[in-house]
């Protein structure tokens, strides 16, 4: 492996803390790009669960170096926190294997206050956010008024950045959303203080990433959250705000396109969704229930149920299609054991057309209609199962009538949660 993507082909939650960590084994480099700590990978290694919202899950392997580059919404706070409790539980987090870049944009206290704020007036329109900041802050980052990692290093440089967002924030506060304004000279403190613990881990973390390749290092790119989340790409305006997949890459780390040698996918055998917006394979029903019952499918991060639905291969080819995905990873695929019948998603009605292929520029994305295959289930525990000759005659008419229908091979399985539960097939 010289450098590899791996990103979400759904709507985030594919199970990609698992796969990243197990593939980190092979890294020399493991790198976060976007997205900030709405995200949560969980990671299990024996009797030990691991849910990291921020710091790449290659910390988890002694010897890597985990890079948060520049196009991550840091939560400085959340990440020194990230940091203590991984020490806390005998993981060594040292400037040898975390590097944080000098330009990644800081979420703030008035980024998570307005995210909360935000939503409320949004009524109806709610997106269902985290509530961690992050279009917030990258609102600030396109509007150029957001602080970077550097801004925090330099008291002065701190001081002028800060006084100036909080100066329009606090406005906003007070006049328009009937809320307390938060105290300049507080926030100053907290986050020179935060920025001095920040400091040893802080690098440009770019050029780090280029000279690592030019050595013949090998890079793992962590996508988190999912394609269908892209801000470009998605279900806007029900998506989150950075760009989810491979795509995100060149400007979210500093590393060039054409050098990402490989691109994969991760997509569960079904599929779930958190928060508000379109998802045409929801199941409502009894199906829905046991999905999210045998899939524990509540958020690492917020806690919240996720909504539940059967596999849309619409859905996952155009997130592969989209990132020129090199084939993909169907993870979870024990969860559908007790299933007597599986339905998959196969094409979509719009506007009373038949049609193969997402449609970008329908406004009205809540009005799709799946049209599904059904196949028999195989009602067999597969967890144990490690080789592909060995699955029951059923899971692998279903795992290769799916990897026809996206139309992208399918280079590996995950059969359970722990580190081992997988099947190769091809990577
Ligand atoms: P935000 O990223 O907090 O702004 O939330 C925007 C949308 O993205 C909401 O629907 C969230 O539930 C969703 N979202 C954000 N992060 C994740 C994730 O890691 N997994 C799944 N959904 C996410």
């Known amino acids: 492996m010289a450098s590899l993507s791996v990103f979400g082909a759904q709507w985030g939650d594919e199970g990609k803390g698992k796969i990243i960590d197990l593939l980190a084994r092979d890294a020399d480099f493991v790198v976060r790009y976007q997205g900030g700590s709405n995200a949560g990978h969980t990671v299990i290694v024996g009797e030990e669960k691991y849910v ?27 990440f020194m926190d990230e940091v203590d409790g991984l020490r806390e539980r005998g993981i060594s987090v040292e400037a040898s294997n975390l590097r944080l870049s000098t330009s990644a944009h800081v979420i703030l206290d008035h980024h998570r206050k307005l995210d909360g704020l935000a939503e409320t007036w949004r009524g109806v329109g709610r997106i269902g956010t985290t509530g961690r900041g992050i279009g917030p802050c990258y609102a600030d980052k396109a509007s150029r008024t957001g602080l970077r990692v550097a801004d925090l290093l330099e008291s002065k440089r701190c001081r002028e950045r800060l006084s100036a967002a909080l100066l329009e924030k606090n406005a906003l506060f007070t006049h328009v959303h009937d809320a307390d304004a938060l105290d300049l000279e507080e926030q100053i403190e907290k986050y020179e203080a935060v920025g001095e613990r920040l400091r040893p881990f802080v690098c440009d973390t770019g050029a780090l990433l280029r000279e690592a390749h030019a050595e013949g290092k090998s890079l793992l790119f962590e996508g988190a959250q999912g394609v269908m989340l892209d801000i470009d790409h998605g279900t806007y305006p029900y998506v989150t705000s950075s760009n989810t997949g491979a795509n995100g890459i060149p400007s979210g780390s500093g590393f060039p396109a054409r050098k990402v040698d490989r691109l994969v996918g991760i997509a569960k055998s079904y599929c779930t969704r958190v928060g508000e917006g379109a998802f045409p394979s929801e ?57 007597e ?87």
């Open 52 to 78: 990291l919202h921020l710091i790449p899950s290659g910390i988890l392997h002694p010897g890597k170096i985990n890079v948060v580059a520049n196009g991550v919404a840091l939560d400085p706070l959340t």
């Open 283 to 339: 199941d409502q029903g009894e199906a829905g229930e046991s999905l999210a019952r045998e899939g524990h499918e509540f958020g690492s991060t917020t806690g919240r149920p996720r909504r539940c639905g059967w596999f849309d291969s619409v859905a996952v080819r155009y997130a592969l299609e989209l990132n020129g995905a090199d084939g993909w990873i169907m993870t979870k695929l024990d969860i559908l054991d007790s299933f």
């Open 341 to 427: 019948t599986i339905r998959v998603g196969t094409s979509y009605v719009v506007d009373g057309e038949e049609r193969m292929t997402w449609p970008v520029g329908c406004t009205d994305l809540e009005a799709i209609e799946v049209q599904y295959e059904e196949l028999s289930g195989w009602q067999e525990d597969i967890s144990a199962v490690r080789r592909y000759e060995d699955l029951p005659a059923a899971t692998r008419a279903y795992v290769e009538w799916v990897e026809e229908r996206v139309g992208a091979p399918i280079l590996m399985l995950s059969v359970g949660p722990e580190r081992e539960q997988v099947i190769p097939r091809g990577l």
